[in-house]
């Protein structure tokens, strides 16, 4: 162990960090009980000062919001973090593998996303109505803040106050989130729970291997985390679990190009949700076997081979999902 300044809340000491196989580090983060693995490359000199601090921020909200990784045995595992643009996490990788690059585009793009994402994490990190808190230096990966250590901004609070979401109380530095503020994450934690996440619905056999991957690939350079559910690990009944990922989940991403009975299940569960329903399906197949009436109600993406469905893809989610 050695002190150093943490990734996550900038303290030099009490959080630490601990030099592992493979070019990985073990952080202890004491200011949020945080414990995770790192790849080396997120500290190394070579990535800009910005592109860090986006990739602690989108790491501290995920740690903030999930913790631990929970295994079907219930044993609870240390999520490991990497970033690496050119690789995307496959099904070959083990589930608690996040490669932060493919999340680096969900960052804050405007004052007011980042206003909504940073409301959000202060009612998780003070969840009781009427609270008076102070927010450190150290909560600033929370707030989207990427200035540096030593001159953190208040921007975001400002604005979070501007627009009376946030209120200050006995005295400048303390805040409460006021009545409008609570109504606003309700609201928030109905749309955006998803936190920008993407489900896909298809048969799954070898033959949907190269359109499974196809997928996983142009949601996440979209800037979506995707779920796949038979790659999803979880302890629940299947049915349940499948209909909270459709509820949580910005879009669903559907493929017919052979046939299935769930996917169109899936599909029809999403549309009454009024999600943003996505479907594709291979020119052959849509030439030989046109599909299911229901869907063929919607506009489809008709692909040629699988480069031509990564691009239709992530325009088609450019244009409708917002």
Not at 191 to 209: C, L, P, R, S
Request: net charge negative; proline share 4%; with cysteine.
């Amino acid at each position: 162990m050695n002190q150093f300044r943490c990734p996550i809340c900038g303290q030099e000491f009490n959080c630490s960090q601990e030099s592992m196989p493979g070019g990985y580090y073990l952080i202890n983060c004491k200011s949020f009980n945080f414990s995770f693995i790192i790849g080396n490359e997120l500290l190394e000199d070579e990535m800009s000062n910005e592109t860090r601090g986006k990739a602690f921020s989108l790491i501290a909200e995920h740690l903030l919001h999930k913790r631990i990784y929970q295994d079907r045995n219930t044993q609870d595992i240390r999520w490991r973090f990497i970033y690496n643009p050119s690789y995307s996490i496959n099904d070959n990788d083990p589930p608690n593998y996040i490669n932060i690059a493919e999340r680096i585009n969900s960052f804050p793009m405007t004052a007011i996303d980042a206003a909504n994402r940073a409301l959000i994490n202060l009612a998780t990190l003070f969840p009781l109505y009427g609270t008076d808190f102070c927010v450190r230096k150290q909560e600033r990966r929370l707030l989207y803040d990427i200035s540096d250590w030593d001159n953190p901004t208040i921007g975001i609070l400002t604005l979070l106050v501007e627009m009376g979401l946030l209120q200050h109380t006995v005295s400048y530095d303390q805040f409460h989130i006021t009545a409008k503020g609570w109504e606003r994450i309700d609201l928030l934690l109905h749309k955006e729970k998803e936190i920008n996440q993407g489900f896909v619905a298809m048969a799954f056999k070898d033959e949907t291997n190269s359109i499974r991957e196809a997928f996983r690939k142009a949601v996440t350079s979209a800037g979506y985390a995707v779920i796949i559910m038979d790659e999803f690990e979880h302890n629940n009944q299947i049915v349940p679990e499948m209909f909270y990922e459709i509820e949580i989940s910005k879009f669903v991403l559907v493929d017919v190009t052979f046939p299935n009975y769930g996917a169109y299940y899936e599909a029809g569960y999403a549309h009454a949700l009024k999600k943003e329903v996505i479907v594709c399906c291979r020119e052959s197949e849509y030439t030989a076997n046109y599909p299911h009436f229901d869907i063929a109600q919607r506009p489809i993406i008709i692909w040629k081979d699988e480069n031509d469905l990564v691009e239709r893809i992530k325009k088609r989610i450019k244009a409708t999902v917002t």
